[in-house]
């Protein structure tokens, strides 16, 4: 398996969403400082393929298995030549998800059933890379330290850490297992055994035989008694055939019967009929005669009322010509009284334009005088004014001359008005006086506006009015020449002195006219209703005539078929004449029905009397069917009841048959499920002795033993190979009898001496040997087998190295990087780290972040 990318979000201490991608790169570094995650991105890793974290040390195993992580894992990974995506996410609470999908050239497409089910992918994914969790883990990410300590450590401890690195506890397991194998078959045998001597006593050979000789015993009751049966079936049979036909031939014989009865009543009722039907003829023909008399009558009042309304008029135009008539002398009356109110309102007229010009005339004058009285007030007051001035002077120049300075002015005064107090009393009473006759001019103004606005309104209303009478008087009179010319038109083209009169008696004419006719229409009526209900009678006649024919025409084919089916000679059947057609020969169809009467009675006779025949039949087979039911205890005269009884018997035979070979079965199957348990019983004992043994060679001081010793070899062995490269052609391994590894130094003459003498860098390159070699053995474990490891990821103590070693190391890591290889090497040793393409892992107190450095 090789990866090709990871991508990671909210994954352990990570922040934000982190990318990697290994696309290209045959080998790099994870580099960073203690403790900011490094080893987060190979327990990524595991976590998107398998579910699980290695690193149960680190904060994201706990996180998962908490439940209270929040992260996404992406991971793209190549086998062979196929790409996958697996996605896992954790949410804080509930369930995670899983997918897995293919990638075909670069398209996600769904990897089939159950790939998004944990359970199932992790089957998958272990089908896929050909190693499950523990063997990846073991193969793929080499843990920290584990190698140095199994190759210096104490043998005993070496032991320990083997059965680590292998798995060997499988074998541990293996044996309890095998213990409880062994138990559990042993407790089987025993509960089997309990079971055979409990419910399986008496069951044997012998037993088994008894019931077959009774079941054949049961089996020959069985058919002697379907035999009989069988016999009595047919005889009853035999005779439910024979009463069937007797029974058919006298349902035939009352069928014929009843066909005879219905034609003699529809013969009795065509006789009844026929003295009917020439009485009905007579009153159709009376009633007839009748009819055509009114419709006579009925034409002569119809002529008479044409002719007077040809003459007189219509009575609809000589109703309105009454009303027109009558309407006349009050549409007169109207015009000569509309005629007088147009001449007294017009006699009115004159008077009021007069008094509406002499009311202009005084609005003239008051407003003549009104604006004398306005004058002679602005006069009156420009004295009082004056006088008011000159007093005030007077008052404040007091005793100064003309010629004297003015105190308000300074300039010298002119004149030296007097101070007049009658001359001032005087103005005040003429401005009195003045605004008094202004007020009474401006009242007389006013009224005389008002009389000359009512004048002209009475003006107005007059004109209005005579305007409004004088359209009545036109509108009376028109309707006058409307009515007469209506009266004119309605009444033949003259206006006779009185229409009203010569109206209302053409009216009466007409309406009596009208009265004979509606009398004459009446009485036809009656007489049409007279002769339809005499002929609907003659009519009900010939239908009861009809349906009385149709009785007589009874089918007697089907009849006469089912005669014939039940075995009666066709010549013994009678032959009816067809029946005459339908007319007015009632006579000849009674004499057809009598006859047919006849033949149906005596068809019906002779069908009785055979029937009778067949039913004395039963009593030979009743003796023949109690020949055959003899010693089955059924015991009856009646063959239906025997027949019944006997099949009776008969079941209870093959029940006793069946419940007998029953019993044989039932007994041969625990017979058999005995022999079965006792087999088992058999195999689970010995299935007990072979884990029991299998038990004893699984002990740790056997085969465990033996497995650690072999595989020490093996390792050794497989590791030299590795280490003869990694060391520059130097070193090879080899463990010896005491669980102790030691190195031979072929640079000094193949000295062989313990590993606890190489250096830090050299013992750093013997444990890696040791990694490469449990991982090979690893995949040849595989279950599968199917998986070529390209992908290799060490997680080493490389702080312990010196210089020269680390260049060592560096030069080894480069030389496993061959073959298209990818190795990633976790390490925090920045001169290590700077000899690769390296992933840094940065930390910050926001968590940590990734950068990839060339």
């Not at 499950?132 to 199994?150: E, I």
């Not at 008894?210 to 049979?237: M, N, P, W, Y």
């Not at 009397?609 to 010693?631: D, K, Q």
């Not at 017979?671 to 006792?678: A, G, I, K, P, S």
Request: glycine fraction near 6%.
């Amino acid at each position: 398996m090789r990866p090709v990318r990871l991508k990671l979000k909210g994954f352990t201490s990570f922040r934000d969403e982190q990318t990697i991608d290994f696309s290209g790169l045959e080998i790099f570094a994870i580099a960073g400082p203690t403790g900011s995650g490094k080893s987060s991105l190979l327990d990524a890793m595991t976590y998107a393929l398998y579910g699980e974290v290695d690193r149960v040390s680190n904060q994201c195993g706990q996180l998962v298995s908490q439940g209270q992580a929040r992260m996404t894992v992406t991971l793209d990974f190549r086998v062979g030549t196929d790409d996958f995506r697996i996605t896992r996410s954790t949410p804080a609470k509930g369930a995670g998800h899983v997918l897995l999908q293919r990638l075909v050239s670069g398209e996600e497409r769904s990897y089939g059933e159950g790939a998004d089910h944990a359970h199932e992918v992790k089957k998958i994914v272990a089908k896929i890379v050909g190693l499950d969790y523990d063997a990846f883990t073991r193969s793929v990410l080499l843990p920290q330290n584990k190698f140095a300590d199994f190759l210096t450590g104490e043998p005993k401890k070496r032991r320990d850490i083997l059965i680590e690195l292998l798995g060997l506890e499988l074998f541990d397991r293996m044996l309890k297992r095998a213990n409880g194998i062994k138990a559990e078959a042993k407790t089987q045998a025993e509960t089997k055994a309990a079971v055979v001597a409990r419910e399986y006593e008496g069951v044997d050979a012998e037993a088994v035989q008894r019931t077959r000789q009774e079941a054949a015993a049961a089996t020959q009751r069985e058919a002697k008694f379907g035999a009989a049966v069988e016999e009595i079936s047919t005889l009853a049979k035999e005779w439910e055939d024979m009463k069937r036909r007797a029974d058919g031939l006298a349902e035939c014989a009352r069928e014929a019967n009843s066909m005879a009865t219905t034609v003699q009543s529809a013969v009795d009722a065509l006789d009844k009929l026929a003295a009917d039907v020439a009485s009905a003829g007579a009153l159709v023909q009376r009633r007839f005669g009748e009819e055509r008399e009114a419709a006579r009558q009925t034409k002569l009042a119809d002529t008479a009322l044409l002719s007077a309304e040809t003459k007189l008029g219509k009575l609809a135009n000589l109703v309105r010509a009454k009303v027109f008539a009558e309407r006349v002398p009050s549409l007169k009356r109207a015009a000569e009284g509309a005629a007088i109110q147009v001449a007294r309102s017009q006699e009115k007229l004159p008077k009021l334009q007069d008094l509406l010009e002499r009311r202009h005339e005084a609005v003239n004058d008051a407003a003549a005088k009104r604006k004398q009285m306005a004058k002679s007030l602005a006069v009156a007051k420009t004295a009082l004014a004056e006088a008011e001035h000159a007093d005030k002077v007077a008052a404040l120049v007091g005793d100064r001359k003309r010629g004297d300075p003015c105190p308000i002015c300074s300039r010298p005064l002119q004149t030296i008005p007097k101070s007049s107090v009658a001359l001032l009393r005087a103005a005040r009473t003429a401005v009195r006086t003045a605004e008094d006759g202004d007020e009474d001019a401006k009242e007389a103004l006013n009224a005389a506006k008002m009389g000359s606005q009512e004048a002209d309104s009475n003006l107005s209303q007059h004109l209005t009015d005579v305007t409004r009478l004088g359209k009545e008087a036109l509108g009376a009179a028109a309707a006058v020449s409307e009515c007469e010319r209506e009266l004119t038109t309605l009444l033949g083209g003259k206006l006779p002195e009185d229409p009203a009169t010569i109206a209302a008696d053409r009216i009466t004419e007409l309406e009596r006219l009208a009265t004979l006719a509606k009398a004459a229409t009446t009485a036809l009526a009656d007489a049409e209703r007279a002769h339809a209900s005499e002929r609907e009678k003659r009519t009900r006649l010939d239908v009861g005539i009809a349906r009385e024919r149709a009785r007589l025409e009874v089918k007697t084919d089907a009849l006469f078929r089912r005669v014939v089916t039940l075995g009666v000679d066709t010549k013994e059947m009678p032959t009816l004449a067809p029946l005459p057609p339908v007319g007015p020969g009632i006579d000849a169809m009674v004499v057809a029905g009598r006859t047919v009467t006849s033949a149906l009675n005596r068809l019906g006779k002779h069908l009785s009397a055979l029937a009778s025949g067949l039913l004395r039949s039963e009593e030979n087979l009743v003796n023949r069917a109690l020949e055959a039911a003899e010693g089955t205890g059924a015991d009856t005269r009646d063959l239906l009841t025997l027949r019944k009884l006997i099949v009776v018997v008969e079941r209870k035979a093959v029940a006793a048959a069946a419940e007998a070979k029953q019993r044989l079965a039932d007994l041969e199957k625990r017979l058999q499920n005995r022999l079965d348990l006792e087999r088992e019983i058999e195999q689970l004992e010995h299935r007990a002795q072979v884990f029991a043994v299998l038990a004893l060679e699984l002990r740790a001081d056997h085969l465990v033993a033996f497995l650690q010793a072999e595989a020490l070899q093996a390792m050794a062995s497989a590791a030299s190979g590795h280490l003869i490269d990694l060391s520059e052609q130097r070193y090879t391994l080899v463990c010896r009898d005491d669980d102790e590894f030691f190195v031979v130094d072929q640079w000094c003459g193949d000295e062989e001496r313990s590993v606890r003498t190489l250096s830090g860098g050299e013992t750093f390159l013997a444990s890696l040997s040791l990694a490469l070699a449990l991982a090979e053995q690893v995949r040849a474990l595989s279950t599968s087998g199917r998986a070529r490891l390209d992908s290799l990821f060490l997680d080493e103590g490389f702080g312990s190295l010196d210089p020269d070693a680390l260049r060592i190391v560096t030069g080894a890591i480069h030389h496993l990087a061959g073959d298209g290889r990818l190795v990633g090497i976790v390490t925090h040793i920045r001169e290590l780290s700077e000899q690769f393409v390296r992933i840094q892992v940065e930390k910050s107190p926001r968590g940590s972040t990734l950068r990839l450095v060339s």
